[in-house]
């Protein structure tokens, strides 16, 4: 297999992305690894640019938490004060305040 030293076209990632399959029990250190750890940055940064991740709202962010047990809604009450207030930042009515910004942080 000829050596992968770019990742141009969506062919070029798909046999970039082969290759680090084939390469993810490579020993630490050896060239394998190093041929993995090449061939990540290339696939990260075709990725960034062809399919980049847009940022989540935050009320979808809170969302999440909530949903997936990270964080209880009493958790977050004692950072906003009252539920009327939860709900319009959930809502997106009301701007989340510091307190509440690092908990997502900290997500």
Same mark, same amino acid.
Request: hydrophobic share 45%; net charge negative; proline share 7%.
């Given at each position: 297999?000829?050596?992968?030293?770019?990742?141009?076209?969506?062919?070029?990632?798909?046999?970039? @992305?082969?290759?680090?399959?084939?390469?993810?029990?490579?020993?630490?250190?050896?060239?394998?690894?190093?041929?993995?750890?090449?061939?990540?940055? @290339?696939?990260?940064?075709?990725?960034?640019?062809?399919?980049?991740?847009?940022?989540?709202?935050?009320?979808?962010?809170?969302?999440?938490?909530?949903?997936?047990?990270?964080?209880?809604?009493?958790?977050?009450?004692?950072?906003?004060?009252?539920?009327?207030? @939860?709900?319009?930042?959930?809502?997106?009515?009301?701007?989340?305040?510091?307190? @509440?910004?690092?908990?997502?942080?900290?997500?």
């Amino acid at each position: 297999m000829a050596e992968i030293t770019q990742v141009l076209t969506e062919a070029d990632y798909e046999a970039a @992305l082969a290759r680090v399959s084939e390469l993810l029990g490579a020993e630490p250190y050896s060239s394998g690894d190093e041929e993995l750890d090449r061939l990540s940055t @290339l696939v990260e940064i075709y990725e960034a640019e062809h399919y980049p991740i847009e940022q989540p709202e935050p009320a979808a962010v809170l969302e999440f938490l909530l949903d997936q047990e990270m964080v209880t809604r009493q958790h977050m009450l004692a950072l906003v004060g009252s539920d009327a207030n @939860l709900d319009a930042i959930l809502a997106e009515q009301e701007p989340i305040p510091p307190g @509440l910004a690092q908990l997502l942080y900290e997500g």
